[in-house]
């Protein structure tokens, strides 16, 4: 089947894409590549990828395009499945014979109730949804599809075995090629990697077992299945000799570093091949292993430090302690590996206290940029479970991720820190991270190495002001 694979239209601005961890509008506009559909796009001859939200696209004007085809495969997550629904009935309404299907962490945790909200979906695919997307743009029988959740001809829903988990990565083709085919690779940048840029999966999975994390508890599993170096070096080097604009690219494993021996060994065939990347990081890398990293080409780790309280570190099973963070931290500015750190404010243990503890924490360690968010309780993650077991959701249940505008509202609340109190501690953490001379005088230094930098961080200083003031209302 001619087939076409959507990120769909929603707010300006809104990171809610196939890549995404957090889906909502970020403080600077930013963009992740929708990975999650270019590889199925990959395996399917002729398919499409477009992604609405980063070329900027309108609903008719997507649903024009829709229409050419004979199955749409959305990708959705909890915050965009209302809006994503009823794209898929407005499609329908103008092409009935259209086959529409959604995939993501939304559906693949709850299949049933994600058929049953709308008429106009007629399928799911829970786990890794690959080979799933495959056999339905081949015309495979749904009754024999694993990992497919569907609307049988007489309306019942129905719901096939499992789909084992992908063991041999190498068998995935690459998602570059598809990137250069169907996307503007310069619609995708954020704050803290040159542009334009490329984000690659060396592997799937993760071995932590954090319990407010999305991907692990729902696609990816907590095995780390990788990639051989030889394949992921392959790709790089057809990026590097085919899309000769990209400046940077991003290893984006949830843990890339998980197997030290693996991340040196890539590390030495990027410096080989010359080319400029970031990857996710715990902060507990050792400094050696940094120090290889570094020699050959690493520029920037992504870092989830949460919070600088341990025992909510324990709480949420994150496996890191901050005197190990602190140590890393120290390693990274000696050898001048930037970092972007991320946070979360409300996890389990939070009090006014250890919000003021975090920021205090985040002000010593001292990331180049940070991204603070608020705790969201995904359904199908151990803290969506725990949220509902201890009351700490609203009364109804209902989950609002965001506001009607994409920005991302306090979900969680507890008898003694509320959600209104820990909404607006998040701009505070930003104002008091930012507004600080030191900080003020460093991203300065930066402006002033070219003319380029300089617009690029005019730009987000206004975005950031924007969101501060989008917040604040």
Not at 108 to 130: G, K, Q, Y
Not at 373 to 391: K, M, R
Request: glycine residues 6%.
């Amino acid at each position: 089947m001619k087939t076409l694979f959507l990120q769909a239209p929603s707010y300006d601005g809104f990171d809610g894409g196939a890549g995404s961890r957090y889906q909502a509008k970020r403080e600077v506009r930013s963009f992740w590549y929708p990975t999650w559909l270019a590889q199925p796009a990959a395996l399917i001859p002729d398919s499409r990828v477009l992604d609405a939200p980063a070329d900027g696209l309108s609903v008719e004007a997507v649903l024009d395009i829709a229409q050419q085809y004979d199955l749409v495969i959305i990708h959705t997550s909890t915050p965009s499945f209302p809006t994503d629904a009823l794209f898929a009935e407005n499609l329908k309404k103008r092409k009935p014979s259209i086959l529409i299907g959604m995939v993501g962490a939304k559906v693949a945790v709850d299949p049933h109730n994600s058929l049953t909200a709308s008429e106009a979906i007629d399928f799911v695919c829970r786990e890794e949804f690959d080979l799933t997307c495959k056999e339905i743009a081949e015309g495979v029988p749904f009754a024999q599809i694993q990992g497919l959740s569907y609307r049988a001809a007489d309306g019942s829903i129905e719901h096939n075995v499992a789909r084992p988990i992908l063991e041999n990565m190498d068998e995935l083709p690459f998602v570059a090629p598809v990137y250069k085919r169907d996307l503007t690779i310069e619609n995708y940048f954020n704050g803290y990697l040159k542009h334009p840029y490329v984000s690659l999966y060396t592997g799937r999975g993760c071995r932590s077992k954090c319990t407010f994390c999305l991907w692990p508890q729902t696609v990816g599993g907590h095995r780390y299945r990788v990639r051989s170096v030889e394949n992921v070096l392959e790709e790089v080097r057809w990026i590097r000799d085919n899309m000769p604009e990209v400046k940077e690219i991003m290893f984006d494993d949830d843990t890339f570093t998980d197997f030290k021996p693996r991340a040196e060994e890539i590390a030495r065939g990027m410096g080989k091949l010359g080319v400029t990347w970031s990857c996710n990081a715990k902060a507990n890398v050792p400094y050696a292993t940094l120090k290889i990293m570094k020699d050959n080409g690493l520029r920037l780790l992504l870092v989830g430090y949460e919070s600088g309280d341990d025992q909510i570190l324990l709480n949420v099973k994150k496996g890191l302690r901050t005197d190990i963070a602190r140590r890393f931290a120290k390693d990274c500015r000696t050898l001048g590996i930037k970092v972007h750190g991320t946070f979360i404010l409300g996890l389990p243990g939070e009090t006014p206290e250890t919000i003021q503890k975090t920021i205090e924490y985040a002000k010593e360690i001292n990331p180049l940029t940070i991204q603070v968010s608020l705790a969201a309780p995904y359904p199908g993650t151990t803290l969506y479970n725990q949220a509902v077991e201890n009351g700490w959701l609203e009364e109804n249940k209902v989950i609002n991720l965001v506001s009607r505008e994409g920005v991302q509202l306090a979900a969680i609340g507890y008898p003694h820190l509320s959600r209104d109190e820990m909404y607006h501690q998040l701009e505070n953490f930003y104002k008091r991270f930012y507004f600080r001379p030191s900080k003020i005088w460093e991203i300065l230094r930066e402006m002033l190495t070219s003319w380029d930098m300089m617009k690029r961080r005019l730009r987000e200083g206004v975005e950031f002001f924007r969101f501060l003031r989008a917040h604040q209302a």
